[in-house]
């Protein structure tokens, strides 16, 4: 059995705990007096995430589980044989690429909504009654009024916020069935940027560059892992035809999450929040910065035709975690956020 020290606070479970915002999470959770059982299959994990998390992790305040949602007994075994029972579930675990979705349909529904629900049947196996699901605008797709709040209708066009959708409602389901059951979730728009110390960031996986996000498009042009960088849709109905998102700060998101895990908003029904800044940014004005914060003149293809799936503009109306949790983001200097996550990917 793994003993956790005596002083800590509650006993988090974060699925996906090597992964970007996962590894981010844990450490802010560690940080603040927490017990930290990571599991992750590393599949696409960074090893190197749970190496500084052990690195700063006061003793006997991480337990990292290499452990796959989709197995049963690996579930099981996340929820462990510890001194101290899990106290809430902090799942963010999922593949999230929206062209890979569109091109494996069924490896996203595997991997996100069966997913969910192994962790819940293991959930309520286990009497462990609160869980924090890291959602997507992507459930919303094609809007027709900006910006988005919480009750915009959901309608979306890509297997990767489908199957997201879907596991929001089995959270949902399973909440009604269990009265004791306690959930929020939480709608992320962009996330990007990193650890602003360097230690943490966003390592995205070589084999995965053509599905990737953009920040991380524009450092390996930087670096000259590719040769040019491709914003593909120039003729979008937006301020300058490319598509506009609504980018947001990691160590933002991770605080929106320790806000409703100290402020105890898991609710049932489950409450539901948007993350975001409020505002948008062109994928010309992000590449620009980038060009701007990395010092080198990436060489830039603007293709007309839109990326399969896309929408052309995106951005979050924030004022219901603002009024009921008191968070907002602190990072909306797209410089200053870039700078973060190019010092990590320097080193």
């Not at 590894?23 to 802010?28: L, M, P, T, V």
């Amino acid at each position: 059995a793994f003993a956790f020290a005596s002083d800590r606070k509650a006993h988090a479970l974060v699925t996906g705990g090597a992964g970007f915002i996962g590894s981010h999470c844990a450490e802010a959770l560690l940080r603040r007096g927490y017990a930290v059982t990571t599991v992750d299959n590393m599949s696409r994990g960074n090893a190197g995430a749970v190496e500084a998390l052990r690195r700063m992790a006061p003793k006997g305040s991480l337990r990292a589980v290499r452990g796959d949602l989709g197995v049963v007994e690996d579930v099981d075994a996340a929820f462990g044989n510890t001194n101290m029972p899990v106290d809430a579930v902090f799942h963010f675990a999922a593949i999230a690429y929206v062209g890979e979705s569109m091109a494996d349909p069924v490896r996203y529904y595997s991997n996100i909504t069966t997913n969910t629900v192994n962790l819940l049947r293991v959930m309520q196996a286990k009497d462990v009654r609160k869980m924090i699901y890291s959602s997507t605008c992507a459930t919303y797709g094609n809007v027709e009024k900006l910006p988005i709040t919480e009750s915009t209708p959901t309608r979306p066009i890509n297997p990767y916020g489908k199957s997201k959708l879907y596991a929001e409602n089995a959270i949902k389901d399973y909440a009604l069935a269990n009265p004791k059951f306690k959930a929020s979730i939480l709608r992320y728009f962009n996330v990007f940027g990193g650890d602003p110390e360097g230690v943490l960031g966003e390592l995205p996986r070589a084999e995965l560059r053509e599905h990737g996000r953009i920040s991380g498009a524009c450092f390996d042009a930087a670096m000259k892992n590719i040769d040019k960088l491709t914003v593909m849709g120039t003729k979008h109905p937006t301020r300058d035809g490319t598509t506009i998102r609504d980018f947001v700060h990691v160590v933002d998101l991770v605080d929106a999450h320790i806000a409703v895990a100290e402020k105890n908003k898991f609710d049932n029904p489950p409450s539901l929040y948007n993350v975001g800044t409020g505002s948008g940014v062109s994928m010309r004005e992000f590449v620009e910065t980038c060009k701007k914060v990395t010092g080198v003149d990436i060489e830039i293809h603007y293709r007309a035709e839109p990326r399969p799936g896309d929408y052309a503009e995106v951005y979050a109306n924030v004022d219901k975690i603002k009024h009921e949790l008191g968070w907002e983001a602190k990072y909306t200097d797209l410089h200053e956020s870039l700078t973060h996550a190019w010092k990590f990917r320097k080193t």
